[in-house]
């Protein structure tokens, strides 16, 4: 499975379970994701790898 769809299946995850699109797919992401970066959703990440993001 490549990055994109398993970003997708996570989205819907998230979606599913009543997240809010602008918590889960916020803006930096999204333009650090159209810049090349490949990471998961911030509720996906462990405490450092949010908080190195932040």
Do not use: H
Not at 9 to 15: D, G, H, I, Q, T
Not at 30 to 50: E, H, I, N
Request: charged share 20%.
């Amino acid at each position: 499975m490549d990055y994109e769809t398993k970003l997708q299946l996570a989205y819907k995850e998230l979606s599913d379970k009543g997240v809010w699109k602008s918590n889960y797919n916020s803006p930096i992401a999204t333009l650090l994701r159209k810049l090349g970066l490949c990471f998961p959703p911030p509720y996906y990440q462990s405490f450092l790898q949010t908080l190195c993001f932040v």
